[in-house]
């Protein structure tokens, strides 16, 4: 007569009177399967696997299960359907695939990332689970930046907050409150260039061009020109926001009479178009404010600084 066994781990439970002479057989075979339910380790290896899985007797009665190799595709391993347990899940493996633990129940699957051990409930009924913690299992879309819900305490994701780990940046969808102090080391464009360490605008020299001279307002609000001659081709304003108000210093050279050609879109108060400042290394400063609803500068000349 073949002794029963125990659902999870195929323990033999023998019966009254059962293994008359041979009682020791089923005894030890459990004392080494408790063994290995306890303190075993099964190691997969799958180099070139892909699909779902189902795990033997062998490799999912030991709680430590490691995976290895380079899988073909995304691996699920599954526990035979009405099997639990908990498990040390590491996944060893190389490449782009994932790999999961599982239930053939049915229910969701745990994917753990390469490197990590993820502790993992198999739930004979309802599947596998991360066994750490089920309020702060983490939530949300790829990218998507985790938080814990105010009133719940459980994590979430936020779908206006992503992070993109390739260029390391950050999109913020809605308003970005900021209780400290907020250092910006790079470039912030179409927005307003802060130095670092300062509330001041990053002023940007523009090289002298008598004709095709162009700013890109998605740089700064402040620029500078030395000019060496005439701007005889009106500059191009481009990148420019709805309200952008822009400062630009103007200089002549040490031998002074340039003019300038100002765009067409530029609007001047009473009309008038005015001239630069004309003794050499005399400073004006050009001061004008984009409207969208326009397409229009309203423009004012602030003359020869002294």
């Known amino acids: ?57 062998a490799q999912y009665r030991p709680a430590n299960v490691v995976v290895t190799g380079v899988p073909a595709g995304n691996l699920t391993y599954n526990l035979p359907a009405g099997v639990g347990g908990f498990y040390f899940f590491q996944n060893n493996t190389t490449g782009p695939a994932t790999v999961s633990l599982g239930s053939a129940s049915g229910g969701a699957a745990v994917a753990v990332p390469q490197g990590d051990c993820a502790v993992i409930v198999v739930d004979p009924v309802y599947g596998a689970r991360r066994g ?64 670092p360490g300062s509330a001041s605008t990053r002023p940007i020299a523009i090289a002298f061009s ?10 700064s609000n402040v620029f ?29 050279d040490s031998v002074g009479n340039r003019t300038m050609a100002w765009p067409s879109n530029f609007r001047w108060p009473g009309g008038t178009v005015p001239t630069l400042s004309t003794p050499a290394n005399a400073v004006d400063l050009l001061v004008c404010t984009f409207f969208a609803s326009s397409g229009a500068w309203l423009a004012n000349l602030l003359k020869n600084f002294a």
């Open 1 to 57: 007569m073949v002794d029963p066994v125990t659902t999870n781990k195929a323990l033999a439970q023998p019966p009254n009177a059962a293994d008359p002479g041979t009682w020791d057989q089923p005894m030890n075979n459990n004392a080494g399967a408790l063994d290995a339910v306890l303190g075993g380790l099964t190691t997969i290896n799958a180099q070139g696997a892909s699909g779902v899985i189902a795990l033997t007797l």
């Open 132 to 195: 750490d913690s089920i309020d702060t299992e983490a939530a949300g879309g790829p990218g998507q930046v985790q938080y814990a819900d105010p009133v719940s305490g459980n994590f979430a994701g936020a779908a206006g907050l992503t992070y993109n780990s390739t260029t390391q940046a950050v999109a913020v969808g809605g308003p970005l409150s900021v209780g400290g102090a907020l250092a910006v080391t790079g470039f912030a464009t179409r927005r307003l260039i802060f130095n």
């Open 210 to 219: 008598a004709t095709g001279m162009s700013i890109d307002c998605s740089q």
């Open 224 to 252: 500078s020109t030395v000019l060496n001659g005439s701007i005889t081709g009106a500059p191009a304003f481009a990148n420019m926001d709805d309200g952008q108000t822009v400062n630009w210093r103007l200089q002549q």
